[in-house]
């Protein structure tokens, strides 16, 4: 049985060339609450339908939005594959999906290895280039100014 691909507001298409053992699905789209379900479900069937599966790698650059179910289900699909013994890998995520995920306290859980590198510099090896710009950095939630 072929998973669905095309999901409300979300697209998930499995992409060729990935090594033997290694799924790449390609999200384009908004994985929220319209789409949760259907997308926990269809990648769920490519988790119990590819033989020898050993990672599975989502491909967030085409993901323009994140609610708090589509995280629901990113921790549903990742207690899955790990209970399949298959890795998780959440790749080309955007700095805002890393704010997120940090924001939510699961960016370790589910991106181990801190936030997202460009393709650029991740080949180099190196750090990712400071900002130029002047910004301003705000007092953490709760915290008290002055005296």
Do not use: I, W
Request: contains cysteine; proline residues 11%.
């Amino acid at each position: 049985m072929k998973p669905p691909t095309d999901l409300p507001h979300l697209r998930l298409t499995p992409a060729a060339g990935a090594a033997p053992g290694v799924l790449l699905l390609r999200l384009q789209g908004f994985l929220d609450h319209t789409g949760a379900e259907p997308f926990l479900d269809a990648a769920t069937q490519y988790l119990e339908h590819t033989a020898r599966l050993r990672e599975m790698h989502l491909d967030c650059a085409g993901l323009q939005g994140l609610d708090s179910m589509g995280l629901s289900v990113l921790l549903m699909l990742h207690r899955r594959t790990t209970a399949a013994h298959v890795t998780l890998r959440l790749e080309h995520r955007s700095p805002s999906l890393d704010r997120l995920l940090e924001l939510t306290g699961t960016l370790d859980h589910l991106a181990p290895g801190g936030p997202a590198r460009s393709t650029e510099t991740a080949e180099a090896g190196g750090p990712p280039e400071p900002s130029t710009t002047n910004t301003t950095r705000l007092p953490p939630p709760h915290a008290t100014t002055g005296p």
